[in-house]
């Protein structure tokens, strides 16, 4: 998928007909929405979860479970982006009540149901990624993650492998260079750390220690 789901997510909130003045409700779920995402990356914790939070108040009052369930899609998608467990309790919720197929089979990309998922309903680049996490081809993988022009769109892919499949250090790399490229500090810092971790794994300790070093210097 070229775009990322929170731009697809925009593109939707005010998408309409003709001249007709954008609903307010739009404008607000649209630009709370993106400041959502911009300090979720930004690791601005304390700012993060009120904008997400009126997202979804405004677009609640339209009563449209499907526009809502793209709405908890688009924060799990962070989530994973940048390594991180989610509650997906309102989307089952959701789920149950109004099921839609392509939501379905996202969510469970992005939880890992590989068996689960019925490829004909992902976004092409998507289904690629699927197939080679069938197949367990992580070198190809990284070719494939690394040719998605839209950045976040990188690091949920980067996220949904390393969360699920074996990874090697090429990947984490690719997730951190991505993450450094746009000063999103959140990702940055969880690839960094899953990188130390990937060498002391493997006793590879200068390595890990310069990554150590690295860590401590940006703390500053």
């Not at 979720?40 to 979860?49: G, I, R």
């Not at 940048?82 to 996202?106: C, G, H, M, Q, T």
């Not at 976004?123 to 950045?151: F, G, H, W």
Request: charged residues 30%; hydrophobic residues 40%.
């Amino acid at each position: 998928m070229r775009n990322c789901l929170a731009v697809a997510m925009l593109l939707f909130i005010y998408a309409c007909g003709g001249s007709q003045s954008i609903p307010q409700w739009k404008d607000t779920a649209a630009r709370q929405l993106e400041n959502y995402k911009i300090n979720f990356l930004a690791d601005k914790e304390d700012a993060t979860e009120p904008h997400f939070a009126k997202a979804k108040n405004a677009i609640s009052s339209n009563n449209d479970l499907q526009l809502l369930a793209t709405v908890y899609l688009t924060k799990y998608a962070l989530h994973t982006a940048v390594l991180e467990d989610f509650d997906d309790s309102d989307f089952i919720r959701i789920d149950k009540l109004e099921p839609n197929a392509a939501n379905r089979a996202y969510y469970d990309l992005l939880k890992g149901n590989i068996s689960q998922i019925d490829e004909t309903k992902l976004k092409p680049t998507y289904r690629k990624l699927l197939q080679l996490m069938k197949d367990k081809n992580l070198s190809a993988a990284v070719r494939e993650i690394a040719s998605i022009d839209d950045p976040l769109s990188r690091l949920i892919s980067c996220g949904i492998w390393v969360k699920y499949m074996p990874y090697d250090e090429n990947i984490l790399r690719l997730a951190i260079d991505t993450a450094a490229r746009d000063g999103w500090r959140r990702p940055l810092w969880a690839y960094l750390n899953k990188l130390q971790k990937y060498y002391l794994d493997r006793q590879e300790t200068a390595k890990a220690e310069n990554i150590k070093e690295r860590l401590d210097l940006l703390k500053k």
